[in-house]
């Protein structure tokens, strides 16, 4: 095995390290009990931001938008808890399978763009969706959403409340599960190609890959993930809007992994916590000017920091560690045994 997979497969390797994210999460539940709200809401968007870093930072498709199956997600579960099927893990699955169904029928058409033209044609879809579904108000609730949206106990145990404590754990439990699966992905060979076809796909085409097979199918798991998260937004909240579809939600979750680091799923995690936090302490401050602070944030993460915020967190561990001892082949060979 060559270096650059032996860094790949060192770098998605299970570590205790990714343990400290759910301490942190089951942290938050107990000391801060009433932001379970914000804190499920920032889970929401943790999740969507996981499913666009796939496509963008491991497969290398720039798209901006994802908000479409963010948005099938959201009206799907919102439809199906009209219709009576209010169970909500069900609606989950079956709303990422509507959005996971668009990419299917969408992506070998969308995918054989590249770069520019890629990034205008999602731009476009994501317009013509949040256009179509404000004048299907029969459909969409239009400009007024779809209000007062009732589900049943999760597992039919844990009823719903305004407090979000059963909205927090049942995201959070979420997120574990996706993260779980989508480390799995990343971590096999289906993973390694998705990294070669990012670095240089021409190269990846002369050796036999089928290239826009396996972007189809990263962009069809995305937007299963995006529409997860759709679905987890409408239960969580009871209510869907059209501002699931806009563009700027798609901008938002960019946004959110850079700031994070692009191609880290924990990354995505991390952005999005950090994104989420400083909009709300921004917003407390001045409604108006809260994109300043997540400006002046991105720029000095992005000019100062290479990776993100994890790759910064990870320079400054590595800097405070102690050294490991160096044992050269020439020393090893001048020990005898049992010395």
């Avoid at 491991?58 to 219709?83: M, P, Q, W």
């Avoid at 520019?116 to 004048?135: S, Y």
């Amino acid at each position: 095995m060559d270096m650059p997979n032996a860094r790949f497969l060192n770098r998605h390797r299970f570590s205790l390290w990714e343990l400290v994210p759910l301490i942190v999460a089951i942290g938050c539940y107990y000391l801060f009990p009433g932001y379970l709200t914000l804190g499920a809401a920032v889970l929401v968007m943790a999740i969507f931001a996981v499913s666009l870093d796939l496509v963008i930072g491991y497969a290398g498709i720039v798209t901006l938008g994802h908000s479409v199956f963010f948005g099938v997600g959201a009206y799907g579960a919102a439809k199906l808890s009209i219709a009576g099927i209010d169970t909500p893990i069900a609606a989950a699955l079956i709303a990422g399978a509507m959005a996971s169904l668009l990419a299917v029928l969408t992506g070998p058409f969308v995918l054989r763009l590249k770069h520019l033209p890629l990034i205008m044609v999602t731009v476009a879809i994501a317009a013509i969706a949040h256009e179509a579904a404000n004048k299907m108000s029969w459909l969409t609730g239009g400009h007024d959403g779809l209000p007062n949206l009732t589900f049943e106990p999760v597992l039919g145990l844990f009823k719903w409340s305004i407090w979000g404590t059963t909205s927090y754990l049942y995201v959070l439990a979420w997120l574990v599960l996706l993260v779980i699966i989508s480390r799995i992905v990343v971590s096999s060979s289906f993973g390694m190609a998705l990294q070669g076809i990012r670095q240089n796909e021409l190269r990846m085409r002369v050796m036999g890959a089928p290239v826009l097979k396996q972007q189809v199918i990263i962009y069809t798991y995305s937007a299963f993930l995006a529409g997860i998260a759709g679905a987890l937004y409408a239960q969580t909240n009871n209510f869907v809007s059209l501002e699931t579809l806009t563009v700027d939600l798609g901008v938002f979750a960019l946004a959110m992994i850079v700031l994070g680091g692009l191609g880290r799923i924990y990354g995505a995690i991390i952005g999005a916590a950090v994104y989420m936090i400083v909009q709300y302490l921004a917003q407390q401050w001045d409604p108006y000017f809260w994109m300043l602070a997540i400006g002046v944030l991105l720029v000095l993460v992005v000019r100062f920091g290479k990776g993100g915020l994890l790759g910064i967190a990870e320079k400054a561990w590595l800097r405070v560690r102690p050294a490991r001892p160096a044992f050269t082949l020439a020393k090893r060979e001048k020990l005898e045994p049992g010395e």
